[in-house]
């Protein structure tokens, strides 16, 4: 008997929490940084992106839920147990663990994953954090090691939010080239310290495209199968190249800038992850999940942002990312 999981991830734009949240939620370095950002940031519309986004949470899968979602852009743990707990009322039945823990980003914005408890366990000390350095802050690659309650696979998960475009796509390509050579290491860690048949999927917001320098030399990722599993050096399948060539032509992606498609959110498998190995991804599956709503109706599908952090508030917005979803499935 085998176990399907269905596996999404999300960049749920600034979930802060609320402006007067007190100093054991926000440190004072964090008040810094963010200035005057979350003015007007209260507690009811800190709850109602909440709902908002796990409205959308809840419709995955089916309507089943996400067995296991890989976030960014949230602040704390408090915002998470709000984000779980408003999911659990929706989704009966389901019971939802986290992995978070505060990273050093300048704006204290964390990587998190919501698995269910029932089909994952996070064994003790199996959760890293990898810092990718810059001159004016860090970010950490999240990696947990799972361990699944069907076959008890070790189950590498890494989540990554790459240095963004700010400044400038060329200026900035260098910090994500370092995040780059960061991910490929840790990958080839994995399989050092597991063994060479550790299924690693890889999923995040990259800040780049499938086809960028950071992805394809610096992560050693490729749209190719077939050099995947042939290749000496543990290479990673990225698996949003398709989408990023959309439909009949036209380009698709999970963030739309100046109303240009771009394909920043992405899913990467290991050799482990493909063909008929015991934990594998249905490739087919993979897509840029867009439900009624979440899509503005004029003639570019972008998302419609929830807004805040200095930005207009749409109180029936959600994300300014779209949220993409795949099936991996568990053989006996």
Not at 213 to 236: D, F, N
Not at 250 to 272: E, I
Request: include cysteine.
């Amino acid at each position: 008997m085998s176990v399907d999981y269905y596996v999404a991830w999300w960049n749920l734009e600034n979930l802060f929490d609320e402006e007067k949240a007190p100093a054991t939620r926000r440190t004072e370095k964090v008040r810094r940084a963010l200035g005057n950002d979350l003015v007007g940031w209260t507690r009811t519309l800190r709850n109602r992106k909440i709902d908002q986004l796990a409205s959308v949470i809840a419709q995955m899968n089916g309507g089943a839920g996400p067995d296991l979602l890989g976030v960014c852009e949230v602040e704390n743990r408090f915002v998470l147990n709000l984000l779980v707990a408003n999911l659990e009322k929706r989704l009966p039945g389901r019971h939802y663990g986290i992995a978070h823990a505060d990273t050093d980003d300048a704006r204290g914005i964390d990587v998190a994953f919501l698995y269910e408890t029932s089909l994952l366990e996070v064994p003790p000390s199996e959760t890293f954090f990898h810092v990718v350095m810059r001159r004016n802050a860090t970010r950490e690659l999240v990696q947990v090691n799972f361990r699944t309650t069907h076959g008890a696979r070790t189950w590498a998960v890494f989540g990554n939010h790459w240095p963004s475009r700010s400044g400038g796509q060329f200026e900035s390509a260098g910090y994500r080239h370092i995040a780059g050579e960061t991910l490929a290491y840790f990958h080839e860690r994995v399989l050092e310290v597991h063994g060479p048949e550790t299924p690693v999927i890889v999923l995040g917001d990259f800040n780049d495209e499938p086809f960028d320098t950071s992805l394809v030399q610096h992560a050693l990722s490729t749209r190719q199968r077939k050099r995947v599993t042939g290749a000496e050096i543990p290479l990673l399948w990225n698996l949003a190249w398709p989408l990023a060539g959309g439909r009949a032509g036209q380009p698709d992606g999970t963030f739309y800038w100046q109303n240009q498609p771009n394909m920043l959110d992405q899913v990467l498998v290991n050799r482990a992850m493909t063909g008929d190995a015991p934990l594998r991804v249905d490739d087919s599956s993979v897509e840029i999940l867009r439900f009624p709503g979440t899509s503005d109706d004029g003639p570019y599908p972008r998302p419609v942002p929830f807004g805040g952090m200095g930005h207009p508030i749409d109180e029936n917005g959600f994300s300014d990312h779209f949220p993409i979803g795949m099936r991996v499935t568990e053989a006996d």
